[in-house]
């Protein structure tokens, strides 16, 4: 009998994995095209815009693929957290609390990347491929470790890409 956590968990995951798809999806087809998207992580200071624009966008439609199958599950919410942990840092953070108020404030990476932790720890649930494939049997040092990879990933990134142009004096 499936349990109500694995039908929640199948649900909550479809729902996380079409966010990052349409987002991956968006940032390489839609609007700007990529081109628009790379100007637009310049913009942020992330240099170069064209390789940040990429690592994003595929990482953004390979983590929705993985969540919505529940194949790899706590790697891809490793790959949330990254990703989110990025644009609250470089984007949002400045901006407050809420997505309603000028620039979009963090409340949504917040959560999203609150998501992407859940995964790690959760797994994906009876009703997925990880279950089905006898893969979901992992630990602690599985989930801390997907969990460090994200949190690691974006640092390191920003360490060494994040270039922001310096506010002027007031």
């Known amino acids: 009998m499936t349990a ?11 729902a996380v994995g079409a966010v990052f798809l ?18 637009w992580f310049a913009s942020l200071g992330m240099k170069p815009g064209w390789l940040h624009a990429w690592t994003a966008s595929l990482t953004e ?5 993985l969540l919505i199958a529940g194949l790899f599950t706590p790697l891809a919410g490793g790959m949330v ?10 984007n949002h953070r400045k901006n407050g ?9 963090y409340e949504y990476v917040m959560t999203l990347t609150a998501a992407g ?8 649930g009876r009703l997925s ?4 494939l006898d893969l979901d049997d992992f630990s602690w040092w599985t989930a801390g470790g997907c969990a460090a990879l994200g949190i690691g990933g974006a640092l390191g990134l920003l ?10 004096a007031p």
């Open 61 to 65: 439609l390979l983590a929705g693929v």
């Open 22 to 39: 349409a987002h991956g999806y968006n940032h390489i087809w839609g609007g700007g095209k990529i081109a628009g998207t790379g100007r």
């Open 117 to 124: 932790l859940l995964f790690c720890g959760t797994g994906a």
């Open 129 to 132: 491929l990880d279950h089905a």
């Open 97 to 105: 609390f809420f997505i309603f108020r000028p620039g979009e404030g």
């Open 159 to 168: 360490a060494v890409f994040w270039r922001p142009e310096p506010k002027p």
């Open 4 to 14: 109500p956590a694995d039908v929640s968990l199948l649900v909550f995951r479809i």
């Open 81 to 90: 957290i990254g990703v989110m942990l990025v644009a609250w840092i470089t």
